[in-house]
Nanobody, 122 residues
Framework: QVQLVESGGGLVQAGGSLRLSCAASGRTFSSYGMGWFRQAPGKEREFVAARNWSGGSTYYADSVKGRFTISRDNAKNTVYLQMNSLKPEDTAVYYC???????????????WGQGTQVTVSS
């Protein structure tokens, strides 16, 4: 079992930055691929970024490439999402997830956090 707790969300102006954190419980965190997804009001959950257990494979949605960076610290059981140059369309609840491979699709993930709200004002 892996439990995930996100933090770092909030309200920011367009062009600003936020760093989301996702703390994981469990001794096997380093063996999991980790991903970030988001869901805006009235929309389906969408993929944002993912990184496999070793960090050798990283994926980003086209909409966030060049602005967002996913990283992980296996010693701290934590994965991060650094978000720069935020836009109003980035407004959503952001979820972190853990799965065996860290692929850019939701069905690949077994464990999900509760989410953290990110609101970008124009």
């Amino acid at each position: 079992q892996v439990q995930l707790v996100e933090s770092g969300g909030g309200l920011v102006q367009a062009g600003g930055s936020l760093r989301l954190s996702c703390a994981a419980s469990g001794r096997t965190f380093s063996s999991y691929g980790m991903g970030w997804f988001r869901q805006a009001p009235g929309k389906e959950r969408e993929f944002v970024a993912a990184r496999n257990w070793s960090g050798g494979s990283t994926y980003y949605a086209d909409s966030v490439k060049g602005r967002f960076t996913i990283s992980r610290d296996n010693a701290k059981n934590t994965v991060y999402l650094q978000m720069n140059s935020l836009k109003p369309e980035d407004t959503a609840v952001y979820y972190c997830a853990a799965g065996p491979r860290g692929y850019p699709r939701a069905p690949d993930y077994n464990y999900w956090g509760q989410g953290t709200q990110v609101t970008v004002s124009s």
